[in-house]
């Protein structure tokens, strides 16, 4: 128990003082400011309905079959994740193919993008690339190699540049499609063997891109300009593998695994979970987010105003107390540690007459070694 919360408190500290983030600036875009933005929101058609119809695949023996997709060439093309074959569903004709030939492997692909008339599968144990085309398949090799899991989806700039985040790694990789050569955006050393699970991102319009932790994770905001990147927001445990733009220009994203969904508000660079309640189950509340937004004053009819010369006499008054996180952290190892010497000084105690008596034992055996060795000196000599 103690070791696992010292392994916590390495971690936090390691990510809080030797992580190599940067500071990003605030995005001042909004849904007025981009005219793309604009025009897809003008062609959102309320009215429309969908009708959802199934059509059957052939059986396979893997458990995660396919996971992500793309359209080209009017076919929905499913990335290879456990599966030897590449889906291929004809949307004009209704049909079913498959692209055989696929290496055997678990996790070997997720997600993908189009780039120059081709779709590309985004490693996550593979150490490749695959490319699909008309021609068929080809794997293009990563100019690093990992044993397992390494990174997961990601995300495709109009330049073709991939940006992946970390799954049990320690850094994000990109990764150049027209030259094939990947470059480690590290978020600590190697030398701390720290690693973070991360699975989902995003491109935003502002022109960051957003990664989504796990588990107790905070959310990566990068730059792809610079390839500078910060944490922002609190920690939260999402497990939201894809997430959307929503009519108001934050990011919204859903989660099989946890209540709620993920709000990144990409104004104030707040992290929070929306929750609520349905059919009588409670799928959660809505977290509380500090954005640090200053409420103007509502003044009674009978409120009489307040000088600033008073309202500077009465803030001298007030005392202000700020807690920081590695105040708290380094309390909490202090008493670890002085935890750890009261229970080392116990054992001590407790042994105290055992180990004098050994002591005593050890001391009498020297006495008698010492004394049986002068004799038979004496005795050498008289022979």
């Known amino acids: ?57 052939d059986s396979s023996n893997v458990a995660h079959k396919w996971v992500g997709a793309q359209v080209y060439h009017d076919k929905v093309y499913a990335m290879p994740n456990d599966e030897t074959r590449v889906l291929c569903y004809d949307v004009e004709h209704n049909r079913i193919d498959y692209i055989t ?13 189009v780039w120059k008339n081709a779709i590309y599968c985004f490693p996550r144990t593979a150490n490749s690339f695959l490319r699909i085309d ?47 050569a990947s470059i480690k955006i590290k978020i600590v050393d190697e030398k701390y063997h720290v690693t973070f699970r991360y699975c989902g991102s995003i491109i935003h319009p502002n022109g960051y891109i957003y990664f989504f932790p796990e588990n107790n994770e905070r959310v990566i905001k990068l730059d792809p300009k610079t390839d500078r990147w910060c944490f922002i927001g609190e920690k939260i445990s999402t497990m939201c593998f894809d997430a959307k733009i929503g009519l108001d220009g934050n990011i919204y994203g859903f989660s099989a695994y946890r209540k709620g969904i993920m709000r990144i508000d990409v104004t104030n660079d707040t992290v929070g979970t929306i929750e609520y309640t349905y059919a009588g189950h409670e799928v959660g509340k809505a977290d ?92 050498r000599r008289r022979r």
């Open 1 to 57: 128990m103690i070791k696992q919360k010292i392994k916590k408190i390495y971690r936090s500290l390691i990510i809080e003082f030797l992580s190599k983030q940067s500071i990003l600036q605030n995005s001042h875009w909004t849904t007025e400011d981009n005219s793309e933005f604009k025009q897809f929101r003008a062609r959102i058609d309320k009215s429309i309905t969908y009708e959802l119809t199934t059509r059957p695949i």
């Open 101 to 113: 030939g696929i290496k055997t492997g678990l996790f070997k692909w997720t997600g993908g993008c």
């Open 134 to 180: 008309e021609k068929g398949t080809k794997e293009i090799p990563l100019t690093f190699e990992y044993k397992k899991e390494h990174h997961y989806s990601g995300v495709c700039t109009k330049d073709g540049i991939v940006y992946q985040p970390p799954r049990n790694t320690n850094h994000i990789l990109k990764t150049n499609l027209d030259t094939g």
């Open 288 to 379: 509380i987010v500090k954005t640090n937004v200053q409420v103007p004053e509502y003044k009674f009819s009978n409120q009489t105003d307040v000088s600033e010369e008073a309202q500077t006499e009465e803030t001298e008054h007030v005392s202000k107390i700020q807690i920081r996180m590695s105040t708290i952290i380094t309390v909490v190892v202090v008493v670890l540690v002085l935890l750890v010497l009261g229970i080392i000084i116990k054992k001590v105690a407790d042994n105290f007459y055992i180990i004098k008596h050994n002591f005593e034992v050890r001391k009498e055996h020297k006495r008698l070694f010492k004394r049986e060795k002068k004799r038979n000196k004496r005795r």
